[in-house]
């Protein structure tokens, strides 16, 4: 007998996909989480172009990025919900950054604060002099997973209004990496949405850094 696992699809989701649930054939022991999305866009085309925008709970997990799913196990797909419409600007750039286009992308009328994160290269880490920065992105995963982060920062705060741009190539000292902005109400959202905005882009999203020091040598941070 076939091992398989139980897919169900909420709202859009379902729409996309055409039903509510499925039954789909496991053929291997396991598949991790991106093996999974791979699956389910190749049985959905429809559904494919929204996927990278969705969450997957598996057995009542959200997000379970180091879990695989195997059979007997249920699916989940998840659309953004209400709260996570507010994603203002999400990109990934090879030019100067403008923090006055984040800035704008948040601004409205019932936002009563706006939080602002800059990472600017310095000239330093870990006690080493930095000549200058290379931050390399991965070219299909970097931006989606980016919009994932913001997505799912304001279902976390449905008040907040979110951009986020990050820059790759060779950047000097003072050069801004990355700008995330946060509207809301209040301050407190304002600054909470920001924070755990840049927080998940840091540890979750695929860019990677080299740091080069005064004498032209380069490493890989973290690795």
């Not at 991106?34 to 494919?48: D, F, I, K, Q």
């Not at 057995?59 to 059979?71: C, F």
């Not at 959202?189 to 740091?211: G, H, N, S, Y």
Request: hydrophobic letters at 50%; aromatic letters at 4%; proline letters at 5%.
């Amino acid at each position: 007998m076939t091992a398989t696992m139980r897919v169900r699809y909420f709202a859009a989701a379902r729409e996309l996909a055409g039903c509510g649930e499925e039954a789909l054939p496991l053929e291997a022991e396991s598949l991790d989480p991106h093996a999974l999305r791979a699956l389910l866009a190749a049985r959905h085309p429809a559904l494919a172009a929204h996927l990278d925008r969705m969450r997957l709970a598996v057995n009542g997990a959200l997000d379970p990025r180091e879990a695989s799913v195997r059979a007997g196990d249920v699916v989940d797909v998840l659309p953004p919900v209400a709260g996570g419409a507010a994603v203002a600007l999400c990109a990934i750039r090879s030019t100067p950054l403008s923090v006055d286009e984040a800035l704008a992308a948040v601004r409205h009328r019932s936002a009563g604060g706006v939080a602002l994160f800059i990472g600017v290269v310095r000239d330093h880490a870990d006690g080493k002099a930095v000549s200058r920065l290379d931050y390399e992105a991965h070219p299909e995963l970097a931006e989606p997973a980016m919009r994932r982060v913001l997505d799912e920062t304001a279902t976390a705060h449905p008040q907040a209004r979110l951009a986020a741009v990050h820059r790759v190539g060779a950047l000097e000292i003072g050069d801004a990496a990355v700008i995330v902005a946060a509207s809301a109400p209040h301050r407190e959202e304002a600054f909470a949405a920001c924070r755990a905005a840049i927080d998940a882009i840091k540890e979750t999203v695929p860019i990677w850094k080299k740091e080069w020091d005064e004498r032209g040598e380069a490493s890989w941070v973290n690795l």
